[in-house]
């Protein structure tokens, strides 16, 4: 009999025992149901907002370009003979006039003293002749010489003033020629690579010359833009001058900046795009000749558009929509119109009004309804306000009431209690 009551009893708390498992296990199933089935009970998604504000906006258009020497100049002998001095360095910044070779200047000076001493022999003999001429005038007058003499003393001075002429020519074409051996740099520049030594002889029909010379500042950049944009580039370059900036070829720095200057006068019609030019000064030298930039054209300024960053739209099968926050740190997707953006920076035209937050940063992990850790760009995310910091995964989190650097009560471990008796 006691037997068969200590067998009822354990049958008892067995039973007991299996059901309230099966009731925690049911329980926990359907609170890890719920959880998957609300996007708002999991973790919150880290996540970077920004304001939709209203800011002025510019309208430009973007080309590849290269850039090009203001003036290029190769300077070259305009006489023959041999080169006697180089007087600059490769790469050096030449001002105009300045000399930049030396040729052989006697053979010039020789010529310049033999068109002199011809024209001084032609002016004495002019003036002999017109002494000769005023005399015989006087005769004829009396009658004292035929007038035949008279008209032979006169064409000879005519005569001589037109040596004297052709003598002044030669003195001022051998001046010239002298001064031609020196080579003068045309324009301010900058000097390339010298194309001839020091000692040869050189020609006036030299095809390669002496040094180029480049005009760097100011510089002038070309680029292209397509076709259709003449129409709006004409209207606006109607009234004022239009800023154009120089980038890099990646775009992330700024090289210079100036004016456009020329809208070329024919269609590359293999590429349907429209050549322009623009100037910018270049004191650092950051523009070189031949050097391949993105160039910029700014047209007009936005005023007062709705803008939001460039990384916060999104696109879908319905087309373009961003996320948008709501009051309860939960995430809504909104389709948006908007413009296609410009640089780091997009316009919308319809879907959002100024002062909502949108996420900019982060959507890989969201859906509509997540919640959410907004931060700044460059700041860590929050947790829920008024939520205690989490102890580290790593074990080194405190105990509730503990600050760091305090022991607690008893030393470092506690008071030791003493083991409670078998």
């Not at 498992?21 to 329980?27: D, N, Q, T």
């Not at 973007?62 to 203001?70: C, K, Q, R, W």
């Not at 009396?142 to 008209?151: P, T």
């Amino acid at each position: 009999m006691r037997v068969s009551r200590w067998l009822a009893a354990g049958l008892a708390v067995l039973a007991l025992a299996s059901g309230s498992a099966c009731s925690r296990r049911a329980g926990g199933a359907a609170r890890a149901s719920g959880a998957a089935g609300d996007p708002r009970a999991g973790r919150p998604v880290p996540v970077v907002a920004a304001t939709v504000a209203r800011r002025d906006v510019p309208v430009t258009l973007d080309g590849l370009g290269t850039v090009v020497a203001f003036k290029t100049v190769t300077v070259k002998a305009q006489v023959d003979g041999r080169l006697d001095q180089v007087l600059f360095q490769e790469g050096q910044a030449v001002r105009q006039g300045q000399v930049l070779a030396q040729i052989d200047p006697r053979p010039y000076r020789i010529q310049l003293q033999q068109a002199e001493g011809a024209l001084a022999r032609d002016q004495a003999q002019l003036a002999n002749a017109r002494v000769n001429a005023e005399r015989n005038r006087k005769l004829v007058a009396g009658k004292l010489i035929a007038a035949q003499q008279l008209d032979d003393q006169v064409a000879l001075a005519a005569q001589l003033e037109g040596a004297v002429r052709v003598d002044q020519a030669a003195v001022a074409a051998a001046r010239l020629n002298l001064d031609y051996a020196r080579i003068t740099s045309p324009v301010d520049g900058v000097t390339g690579v010298r194309l001839v030594d020091q000692g040869n002889v050189v020609r006036a029909s030299d095809p390669s010359g002496i040094v180029v010379v480049t005009q760097l500042d100011p510089i002038a950049v070309l680029f292209t833009v397509p076709q259709d944009e003449l129409p709006r580039i004409v209207a606006e370059m109607a009234g004022r001058k239009l800023a154009v900036e120089a980038f890099s070829r990646d775009g992330a720095t700024l090289l210079g900046t100036g004016q456009l200057e020329l809208i070329d006068n024919q269609i590359n019609q293999q590429t349907a795009t429209l050549r322009l030019k623009a100037v910018m000064p270049n004191p650092r030298r950051f523009l070189w000749p031949n050097q391949f930039v993105k160039a910029r054209l700014h047209l007009a300024t936005r005023r007062g558009a709705l803008c939001v960053p460039a990384t916060a739209l999104q696109r879908g099968p319905m087309g373009t929509f961003v996320y948008v926050i709501g009051a309860d740190q939960t995430v809504a997707v909104r389709p948006v119109e908007a413009e296609p953006p410009r640089g780091e920076i997009a316009v919308i035209e319809q879907g959002l009004t100024e002062g909502e937050q949108v996420v900019a940063d982060g959507q890989n992990q969201l859906r509509p309804g997540s919640r959410i850790a907004p931060r700044e760009p460059g700041k860590e995310p929050q947790g829920p306000r008024g939520s205690a910091t989490q102890p580290s995964a790593r074990g080194g989190g405190r105990a509730p009431g503990v600050a760091d650097g305090t022991k607690a009560p008893g030393g470092p471990r506690g008071p030791r209690r003493p083991a409670p008796p078998p």
